[in-house]
């Protein structure tokens, strides 16, 4: 849309009772600094992430099952700082914001900073509290990555971790796979911030579309979907 008063285009997009400016360049923040910012604490201090997880678990802001988790003794550190980044920071980014140096331990896929290994080379892109893009170096080091297909963290799924055995993408990775990086885009979260819609089921194909042969009934009035 062009600017009020003049011909240049706007980069500024409403987005409900907000304006969203996508003017670049867009700032760039490391997972830690965000952390310490939003929660008070750094990664590295568990005892003081962990007090944090249980403020966060009493504001019903965190799930019980990982409080239990912690109290067995069941749970990752950085699972929990996970958890807590999650709570505490997301939500809060009105973007548009890359977070970039993620914890390696949750990043089994990617390839470590050659300056530190404990950093992982990925970054997400945030706009209004929506994951809106992912991407990494993909790991390509044979040794190490199938030492992380075996590894679980505690407290953390599979399906999250990835940590399930890929015997052809080991082969490759030893024949000399060339490097590689990875970039996903949620196209219907951003079609959601261009269009303005606060709903994804206004922006994606056959939102109520279920598989065919399955029974499905209206629901009653008063209940959700009712119209």
Partial sequence: TAAAGGGEESLKLPYGDHVIDFT????????????REYTGCDTSDAPAVQAKARELSAEGRIKREVIAALDAGDLHPDVLVGEVFEATVEDAL??????????ASLCPLTKR????????ERFELFVRGME?????????DPHLQEEL??????GLSAEDSMAKM??????????GMH???????????????????RTIRDVIFFPLLRPEG??????????????
């Fill in 24 to 35: 670049p360049p867009w700032p760039r923040r490391t997972y830690a600094e965000l952390f």
């Fill in 94 to 103: 009105a973007g548009p914001i890359f977070v970039i140096d993620y914890p």
């Fill in 113 to 120: 900073k050659a300056d530190n290994p404990a950093i992982a």
């Fill in 132 to 140: 809106l893009a992912n991407a990494y170096t993909e790991l390509n």
């Fill in 149 to 154: 297909f075996r590894t679980q963290l505690a």
């Fill in 166 to 175: 890929d015997h052809e993408f080991i082969t490759a990775l030893k024949c």
């Fill in 179 to 197: 490097p590689e990086g990875a970039l996903g885009i949620g196209i219907d979260r951003l079609v959601m911030l261009l269009t303005n819609s």
């Fill in 214 to 227: 399955v029974a499905t009934s209206r629901p009653a009035e008063g209940e959700p979907g009712a119209s």
